[in-house]
């Protein structure tokens, strides 16, 4: 899975770091990366103008002039635009954009803006980002179409006080809606004659099986039970965003739990004491590894792919190539890992975290912008929600370079023919910059709809099907579901918003520390219970459920 390298950074500017942002940052130049999945289909909105319509967007730069992009050259003669472009580096990207905010000087349209929910709530009551429900109501059919489509996305995108000020990139990585996984090695468990757990019980025997039985059988006692590592470095590497299902939902996040509507704290019930109680005699007995609090992603990959014997036997993480590699054809010890569907605790609780593809938003039009220029924009980025448009913004205008059309007998991820393939391509020049797409940049549909159309390898073992081993393992955790989760991305009201950043913060630190020392033995489950409970009042927690119920709550 390609993911976008474009990352946050932060720092207070002095005069001189001030001057080296703005001398770093152009009108022009920029490049198209390369593509990662991408949207689902509808009809594309374009249309013409008496003459080009010239407009500014706000993007990161790249390695090859935007400019000469040929998308970009499709988009304007396609709508009939000229587009200028005000860039930044990618790492100082939401400085150089706070920056012309701040000064007034901003351009019409933020096509790659990074926007919190709160800036665009903020920028949007000022007046600064235009709505843009009219605009979609007329000119937007496909992203209406998916409005309709997926109600999760509409919620998303949608003000408190009703209005639409910016729209995201909707991305349905299949595999990422159900990331709290656990894998377990396979390979062991037939040596030992054992079974897939399928509770907490069976895992504990398991784990206690792998620690004392010689799983690898190389006479020592050097087996790892259990391994993860902290979710900084891992995605969902913590032992406990698997492991806490199966007594209480835990959406590894915010600790929230929704129920009839009613938002409820997790990490400070009954359910979530048992939770911590099960993983401290996990590591009690030895079965949990010392180094999951601490290690990073590539002290896991050297534990699970050094040569001579294998010595883990499961792991907390949304990925098993975290700790052995799958795309080498070569390698085989990944064949050994399987997917552990979510365990049912003593008290029936059986449940699988969840996100949903809603993450920062990315256009947004300005108050700088004509009407003419306000239609433009909204119908280039209706067009990147059409089949079309999602195709080649993400995998390039020229078909057989980074995209073609599928052939006779290749497989989607459910085994249906596909409609595009990837296989057979050529190789890529490393010496040639590719300046053909958008890839992960601007508004899109990346649905699931959408990634379904591409063929991918059947067999799950190998590395071309390695994404149908990763669907295949989402499918076993689909049906625990909880009835209700909190949504991932909401619109904290403006008077709540400062003391939510605070709050969520301390609280989360709170939470994440003491189940560490709670696991670990530090603290007395029983013993100190009590007063972990009690710490939550100096937190304000009831003001922190307070104003994640206001966040769903319909005004």
Request: proline share 5%; hydrophobic share 35%.
């Amino acid at each position: 899975m390609k993911r976008s390298l474009w990352v946050r950074m932060a720092w207070i500017f002095g005069l001189a770091g001030l001057i080296a942002v703005l001398s770093a940052c152009s009108k022009s130049g920029g490049s198209a990366g390369e593509g990662g999945p991408a949207g689902s289909g509808g009809t594309a909105s374009g249309g013409e103008t008496s003459g080009p319509v010239t407009m500014t967007f706000f993007a990161p730069q790249g390695k090859a002039p935007w400019e000469d992009n040929s998308y970009t050259k499709h988009i304007e003669d396609m709508f009939h635009v000229k587009i200028k472009w005000d860039l930044a580096p990618s790492d100082a990207l939401t400085d150089r954009r706070q920056l012309l905010l701040a000064s007034g000087d901003y351009p019409e349209v933020f096509l790659e803006g990074k926007l919190s929910y709160n800036d665009v709530l903020t920028y949007g009551k000022q007046g600064v980002f235009l709505p843009l429900n009219d605009l979609i109501e007329q000119y937007a059919p496909n992203i209406k179409a998916m409005m309709e489509k997926k109600p999760y996305f509409k919620d998303a995108i949608t003000a408190p006080d009703g209005n639409i000020y910016a729209l995201p990139r909707l991305n349905e990585c299949y595999h990422c809606t159900f990331a709290q996984k656990f894998w377990i090695n396979k390979e062991w468990l037939d040596t030992l004659g054992l079974d897939i757990p399928t509770t907490t019980d069976e895992l504990y025997t398991v784990l206690k099986a792998f620690k004392e039985q010689d799983p690898n059988r190389n006479g020592k006692a050097d087996e790892i039970p259990l391994t993860g590592a902290p979710k900084k470095y891992v995605w969902n590497g913590n032992i406990d965003a698997f492991l806490m299902n199966a007594f209480i939902y835990n959406d590894n996040s915010k600790y929230l739990i929704v129920e009839n509507g009613k938002v409820s704290f997790a990490a400070n019930q009954e359910g979530w004491k048992q939770g911590l109680a099960y993983m401290n005699k996990l590591y009690k007995e030895g079965l949990i590894d010392p180094a999951a609090f601490t290690q990073n992603d590539q002290a896991l990959g050297q534990l699970g792919n050094r040569e001579g014997d294998e010595l883990v036997g499961s792991i907390t993480t949304a990925l098993v190539s975290y700790l052995v590699t799958p795309y080498d054809p070569n390698a085989t010890r990944h064949k050994h890992w399987v997917i552990v569907p979510p365990l049912k605790g003593p008290e029936g609780v059986q449940l699988a975290g969840m996100t949903q593809g809603i993450g920062d938003f990315q256009f947004a039009v300005t108050n700088k912008a004509t009407e003419e220029q306000r239609i433009a924009a909204i119908k280039i980025a209706d067009y990147a929600f059409s089949e079309e448009g999602a195709l080649l913004s993400e995998y390039g205008t020229e078909e057989g370079t980074g995209w073609k059309k599928a052939e006779e007998g290749e497989k989607n991820i459910d085994g249906a023919q596909a409609k595009y393939s990837f296989s057979g391509l050529p190789e890529a020049d490393p010496d040639q910059i590719r300046n053909d797409s958008w890839s992960l940049m601007g508004p899109k549909d990346l649905s699931k709809e959408f990634r379904d159309l591409f063929a991918v390898g059947q067999d799950p073992l190998t590395p071309e099907g390695y994404e149908t081993r990763l669907a295949q393992a989402t499918n076993a955790y689909a049906p625990y579901a909880p009835a209700e989760a909190y949504p991932t991305g909401v619109f904290i009201r403006p008077e709540d918003a400062d003391a939510a950043s605070q709050l969520t913060t301390a609280i989360q630190d709170y939470v994440q520390s003491n189940m560490a020392q709670f696991i670990i033995g530090s603290l007395d489950i029983e013993k100190d219970w009590d007063a972990y409970v009690k710490g939550f009042d100096g937190l304000n927690l009831a003001r922190y459920i307070e104003i994640y119920q206001n966040a769903i709550t319909k005004e």
